[in-house]
């Protein structure tokens, strides 16, 4: 059983509309591993997120997250999203809702922790990723780089068998996306398995295992990030390296 | 003041008659239209159709038509034995929840859709997502509307009196039966009917400025 990758995706297409953002993408993520996604804008990357944990459904092909199939809608598929942590680019953190209310609200609500547990945990996770000291405030008294590592803890609250993240750091200012990108860094050494939708080159050759390049709906490349950045075999990675290198 | 005095008795029991009514009709076409616009947002295509045809049908049908149906329409159907008090209820919410359910609906629209997805990637339940994230977020958005559409609905009474004596707006009826100034004893209902929503709006206004000054 150890041996069934934590995602797997077979054969899945996805239109919006006339649109074919999926095409046939096949896709596995052993158990441990960080996979950063990296590709144009409009290339599919945040769909193909999106769909793991059904936000988005598909057309066609399989889903599955630890050997299980992705659910309809319902109270199945709830329980298999409680399982897979999600960090967006805009935070999204609850607004009526301070830090550590955030971080406790769902292993409260879906778990049915006790206050007590949930709260205990949540300030330890706030410990982690470095923000405990403004757990009263509310979001938009944090800075971007603070709502992004509370977002962090809120996904950790439950957790997750795995994390998806949706360019955590796009929406960031230059001088915060360390901050972030440290915590992430920090949950790839701890064994944590990720999906990771990023432009961010540095963190893509230091944590992850494996680059998976996607563009026009496709995945184009899946290879070493070594490899990758090296020696990339399409075309179009080289196009887009090339764009990004001479930023 | 004579007309007033002479037949208090009346004016107590159809201003009582028109609180009554608007007390049960108020608190039940929150609850409908809450449920109403839970099913306009849901994921499930059936209930929100069922949604949207129910309010355009009950938002574009006169009040007068509704109450009607239930005063004489409904009685020859033969269903249930229902009081007139009962089925003026009845009419009152299935009419007033159409427009609660719309202002919950666009009050829940205001809400970032973020919200509701950071909710769900966690792992709540549609319901769970609407009552722990949505709709305490749409309360500030939601509540003045609100007020205003209970303020309609108070007034709205009297067309349930049309139909009845049982109630503030019935009184004339009776006025005349006993044979008392028709003229001065409306007016009498009408001064009644500003005694009960005057506070009405005077609680709107205060939730508004309340409501607009938070955060
Ligand atoms: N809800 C939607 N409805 C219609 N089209 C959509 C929707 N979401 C995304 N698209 C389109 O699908 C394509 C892929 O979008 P996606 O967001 O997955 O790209 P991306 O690779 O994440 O891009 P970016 O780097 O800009 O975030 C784009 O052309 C986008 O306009
Ligand atoms: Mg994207």
């Known amino acids: 059983m150890t041996d069934t990758p934590m995602i797997r995706m077979a054969a899945v297409d996805k239109h919006f509309g006339e649109l074919h953002v999926l095409k046939d993408i096949n896709l596995e993520v052993e158990r441990g591993q960080v996979v950063v996604v990296l590709g144009p804008s409009g290339s599919g990357k945040s769909t193909l997120c999106r769909t793991i944990n059904r936000l988005e459904p598909v057309d066609s092909g399989t889903i599955e997250v630890d050997g299980r199939a992705l659910p309809a809608e319902g109270k199945a598929l709830a329980g298999l999203r409680a399982d897979v942590g999600m960090v967006f680019q805009s935070f999204n953190l609850f607004a009526h809702k301070t830090v550590v209310e955030n971080v406790m609200l769902a292993p409260l609500k879906v778990r049915r922790q006790d206050k007590a547990a949930a709260e ?30 509370v977002a ?10 795995v994390m998806l993240f949706d360019e955590p750091t796009s929406a960031l200012d230059p001088e915060m996306v360390q901050e972030v990108l440290d915590v992430m860094t920090g949950l790839a050494k701890d064994g944590m398995t990720m999906l990771v939708v990023t432009h961010e080159m540095g963190f893509a050759r230091r944590a992850a295992h494996r680059v998976v390049f996607m563009a026009d709906g496709e995945i184009v490349e899946d290879s070493t990030p070594d490899d990758f950045f090296t020696n990339p075999s399409s075309d179009r990675a080289k196009d887009f390296l090339g764009k990004i290198l001479t930023h | ?47 929100r159709a069922f949604g949207t045809v129910y309010v355009n049908i009950l938002r574009n049908t006169p009040l007068t038509l509704v109450i009607f149906f239930f005063a004489f329409a409904y009685p020859r159907l033969e269903i249930a034995d229902l009081s007139y008090f009962t089925r003026a209820c009845i009419g009152l919410i299935l009419y007033t929840a159409a427009f609660v359910c719309e202002v919950i609906r666009s009050g829940v629209n205001t809400v970032p859709v973020g919200q509701a997805e950071a909710s769900r990637a966690l792992g709540f339940t549609f319901t769970q997502t609407l009552s722990q994230v949505v709709l305490p977020q749409a309360v500030r958005n939601v509540v003045p509307p609100l007020a205003n559409i209970q303020i309609a609905l108070l007034k709205n009474t009297t067309i349930a009196a049309g139909f009845s004596v049982t109630e503030a707006g019935g009184i004339y009826q009776a006025l005349s039966e006993r044979g008392a100034n028709v003229f001065v004893g409306l007016l009498w209902v009408a001064v009644g009917f500003l005694i009960l929503v005057v506070p009405l709006t005077l609680l709107q206004r205060n939730l508004d400025r309340r409501w607009s000054t938070a955060r």
């Open chain 1, 152 to 161: 962090i803890a809120r996904a950790l609250a439950m957790d997750p068998k």
């Open chain 2, 1 to 47: 003041m004579n007309v007033l005095l002479d037949n208090i008795d009346l004016y107590a029991r159809g201003f009582l008659g028109t609180i009554e009514l608007f007390v049960v009709s108020a608190i039940g076409s929150l609850i409908l239209g809450a449920l109403l616009a839970a099913m306009r947002v849901s994921p499930v295509p059936i209930l």
């Open chain 1, 120 to 149: 205990k945990n949540a300030v330890r996770l706030l410990e982690r990723v470095g923000i405990a000291n403004q757990k009263d405030k509310y979001p938009a008294q944090l800075s971007g780089g603070q709502q992004q590592r």
